[in-house]
């Protein structure tokens, strides 16, 4: 096992109507003048925001409020938080919403602090200072309540990009799984392979002899294959809301992947298509993943054996690994079809005419990048050309 630090701040705040003390929490932690940050009208339809609202009133606490945070959240609208915060005084940020309303929130919590622009943290420089930032969760899946991570996209360009900072970790963060029930379908199973994929480019690793976080990281695996298709079966099912919610939680926020080399080459593959085509990152990740796996499986075939037996249940054939690998990447994306996830481009709505400039701007040129096997261009270009022409 590698030496590691792991910290994790978050009050998390966990149950049904617990959003009713989201202004208590805020003062707790300082906040005397929020921001509401929020998105598309989910949380105002809901009655959600009305609840947030009244109990920051009942606390005694201002508020302005910046709704429209797309999915794929845009770097103009972090201008106009950063602004809107520096003229009325914001010294707290409540998220409310998913994880493209949190990465907002956090993108304009560490924007407000700084005299450049924001965006040169998403180009590589330290987050040291930010704004202390609050959550109220309404989609499983990103894991943003608990990370220090911020992934946002330039308008111009469409360039996808992240940033990651401990500084960007939320003070608080309700998670009321009955938030959830209003999920679409396919929302709540672009969140589920969210979750999955989060755990994947953890368990994918090079370090030996990581038992413990091997153990972790299926748990919460088995969790989203037996949880997802009860709650796509039946969106009022609080008790699977509640397990599927935890679960994103303990995919993201570190706890799963520490001691241990991690890979994420398939979200640095997939940011290109949901920057390309605006799609749903959940929803890009099935159809990367699955190819990635496909394309990697070698580089350690009894890795991907251990995850086929335990994780999908297949039966190990020790005369045959590689088949017994292949069946477990078969079984994986089964699975998320099962669940309503596309599985190749035309399905997503992705061009296999694209595949150059995906390559180009995923920007590795004549490098290599990735933890468990470190992929040339050429080799993004080939995962591209299985995810492209992938069936069951
Ligand atoms: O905008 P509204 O109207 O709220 O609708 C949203 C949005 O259309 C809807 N929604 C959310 N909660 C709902 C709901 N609809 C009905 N009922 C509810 N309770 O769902 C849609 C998607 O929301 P979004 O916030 O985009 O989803 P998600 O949480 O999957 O976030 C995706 C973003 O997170 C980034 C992704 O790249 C993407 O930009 N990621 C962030 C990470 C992080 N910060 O740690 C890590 C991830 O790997 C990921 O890259
Ligand atoms: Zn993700």
């Not at 950063?82 to 493209?100: H, K, T, Y």
């Not at 298709?229 to 599927?244: F, G, L, M």
């Not at 949901?274 to 796996?293: E, F, Q, R």
């Amino acid at each position: 096992m590698d030496n590691f630090n792991f910290y994790s701040p978050t009050e998390f705040v966990f149950g049904n109507d617990r959003e009713n003390e989201c202004g208590s929490y805020v003062k707790k932690y300082g906040g005397s003048k929020v921001l509401i940050h929020f998105g598309g009208g989910s949380a105002e339809r809901s009655g959600l925001l009305g609840r947030v609202r009244y109990s920051l009133n009942k606390s005694g606490i201002s508020f302005v409020e910046l709704g429209g945070v797309q999915p794929n959240p845009r770097d103009t609208l972090v201008y106009k938080g950063i602004d809107l915060c520096r003229s009325e005084g914001v010294d707290f940020i409540l998220a409310v919403g998913g994880g493209s309303v949190i990465d907002s929130a956090k993108a304009i919590a560490a924007g407000v602090l700084y005299d450049g622009d924001f965006w040169d943290f998403y180009s590589g420089k330290n987050i040291e200072k930010a704004l202390p930032v609050g959550v109220v969760l309404t989609i499983a899946a990103a894991g943003s309540e608990g990370s220090g991570d911020s992934v946002i996209t330039k308008e111009d360009g469409m360039l996808k990009r992240g940033a990651g900072s401990d500084a960007l970790r939320a003070r608080f963060s309700v998670l009321n799984p009955a938030l959830t029930q209003t999920l679409p379908a396919y929302q709540t199973a672009c969140g589920a392979t969210d979750i999955m994929a989060h755990v994947f480019e953890r368990y994918f690793t090079n370090t030996k002899e990581v038992e413990i976080t091997d153990r972790l990281c299926e748990a919460v695996l088995i969790t989203m294959v037996k949880e997802t298709p009860r709650v796509i079966a039946d969106p009022d099912n609080y008790e699977a809301r509640a397990n599927i919610m935890w679960a994103g939680m303990v995919a993201h926020n570190g706890i799963v992947g520490v001691g241990r080399s991690q890979d994420w080459n398939s979200h640095g593959i997939e940011h290109e298509l949901s920057a390309l085509y605006d799609c749903a990152h959940g929803a890009g990740l099935a159809v990367i993943m699955p190819s990635w796996m496909e394309f990697v499986y070698k580089h350690n075939v009894m890795r991907f054996c251990q995850m086929a037996t335990r994780v999908f249940g297949c039966q190990m054939n020790f005369e045959n690994p590689e088949a017994t690998a292949l069946e477990g990447i078969h079984r994986f994306r089964s699975f998320l079809h099962s669940i309503g996830m596309p599985i190749n481009f035309a399905e997503l709505g992705a061009k296999e005419e694209d595949i150059p400039a995906l390559v180009e701007k995923f920007g590795i040129g004549d490098g290599r990048t990735g933890g468990f096997v470190a992929l040339s261009s050429a080799d993004v270009t080939e995962i591209y050309k299985i995810a492209a022409k992938a069936s069951l």
